[in-house]
C-alpha cells in the first residue's frame, strides 16, 4: 500500500498510534496588509528586500510584490514556509518588517550620504536611492514623514533617522494569509522518522510506503517540492518493484 496525498490518507493515518504526524499547516501563501496607502502601490515590485517578523528570528531574502491585497513573491512565499506554524498559532496575525535594500543600519547610512553628496542640491524625490523605483522611493519618504520637495542637502538628523528606520525595518500588520483556492504546500505529515529512509517503507507497518504530500517534507519555492514528490515518488516505486 502507497499512501502519497494529505486529506483522507491523514485522516486514516491518525487512527494509528503507531506512526508519528506531525500537525498539518498550510505553507508557502501570500499575506493580507489593510493599509491602502500601502495596496495602492500594487504591482510595484522590490527586487532585494528582507522580510521579518517582529519578535522573532523568521526572516527571508528576495524579491518583495506588493498586491492589491497586500504582498506576494518569492520573499514573502520564502517567509510563510519558515514561519508556517508560527503563523498558524498566532493566527495568522504578525507585524511584518520590511527591509527594503536589505542592508545594516550602518551601510544604510553610507549610502544615503553618499547619495547625498552627489545631488546634494537635487530634490530627493528626483534622485531616489539605488534599487528603489520613483514610486517606491516617493512612498517611502512619506512614510518616513518628509517633505515631497526637500532637497538632499536639507535632509536633517531627525528626517535622516526617521528615513532610515523606514527603509530597514518598516513594519505592517499582517491580517490573514490569502487563498486563491488552495495553499501550495502543506508542512507536516508523517515524520521522517516513521520510514526507512531508502525504501520509504512504514517502520511500524511493513509493506506500507509513502510519498509525497503526505511525508513531513516542504520546502520553500524554486522546485524543491515538485523535486520532493518526484523523488519520494522514485523511492517507493523502485522498493516495491524489487
Same mark, same amino acid.
Given at each position: ?47 532585494? #528586500? $528582507?522580510?521579518? =517578523?517582529?519578535? $522573532?528570528?523568521?526572516?527571508?531574502? %528576495? ?11 518569492? &520573499? $514573502? ?5 519558515? #514561519?508556517? @506554524? @508560527? ?12 527591509? @527594503?535594500?536589505?542592508?545594516? *543600519? ?7 550620504? *553618499?547619495?547625498? /553628496?552627489?545631488? &546634494? !542640491?537635487?530634490?530627493?524625490?528626483? +534622485?531616489?536611492?539605488? %534599487? ?23 535632509? %536633517? ?11 530597514? #525595518? ?8 490569502? !487563498? ?13 522518522? /516513521? ?17 509525497? *504530500? ?13 523535486? &520532493? +514528490?518526484?523523488?519520494?515518488? =522514485?523511492?517507493?516505486?523502485? &522498493?516495491? %518493484?524489487?
Amino acid at each position: 500500500v502507497v499512501l502519497t496525498s494529505g486529506g483522507g490518507a491523514l485522516s486514516m493515518l491518525n487512527t494509528l498510534s503507531e506512526v508519528l504526524l506531525e500537525p498539518t499547516v498550510p505553507s508557502l501563501f501570500t499575506f493580507k496588509i489593510k493599509d491602502e496607502s500601502f495596496t495602492s502601490l500594487m504591482g510595484t515590485v522590490v527586487d532585494n #528586500a $528582507t522580510l521579518s =517578523f517582529s519578535g $522573532t528570528k523568521f526572516r527571508s531574502r %528576495g524579491t518583495l510584490l506588493i498586491t492589491d491585497w497586500g504582498v506576494s513573491g518569492p &520573499a $514573502t512565499l520564502k517567509l510563510s514556509s519558515y #514561519a508556517a @506554524y @508560527y503563523l498558524k498559532d498566532s493566527a495568522y496575525k504578525a507585524t511584518l518588517l520590511i527591509n @527594503y535594500l536589505s542592508l545594516s *543600519e550602518t551601510e544604510i547610512r553610507a549610502l544615503i550620504s *553618499e547619495t547625498c /553628496e552627489h545631488n &546634494a !542640491q537635487r530634490m530627493m524625490a528626483n +534622485a531616489p536611492l539605488p %534599487g528603489l523605483t520613483s514610486r517606491m522611493w516617493g512612498f517611502l519618504m512619506s512614510r518616513a514623514g518628509l517633505r515631497s520637495d526637500i532637497r538632499w542637502a536639507e535632509l %536633517g538628523s531627525k528626517g535622516l533617522n526617521r528615513l532610515v528606520n523606514t527603509l530597514i #525595518a518598516d513594519p505592517y500588520q499582517v491580517d490573514g494569509r490569502c !487563498q486563491f483556492k488552495d495553499e501550495f504546500v502543506t508542512a507536516g505529515g508523517v515524520s521522517a522518522t /516513521e520510514v526507512n529512509p531508502n525504501t520509504l517503507e512504514s517502520k511500524h507497518f511493513p509493506g506500507l510506503y509513502f510519498a509525497g *504530500e503526505v511525508l513531513d517534507i516542504d520546502a520553500i519555492t524554486g522546485g524543491f517540492n515538485l523535486q &520532493a +514528490a518526484w523523488s519520494t515518488a =522514485f523511492t517507493v516505486a523502485r &522498493a516495491v %518493484g524489487r
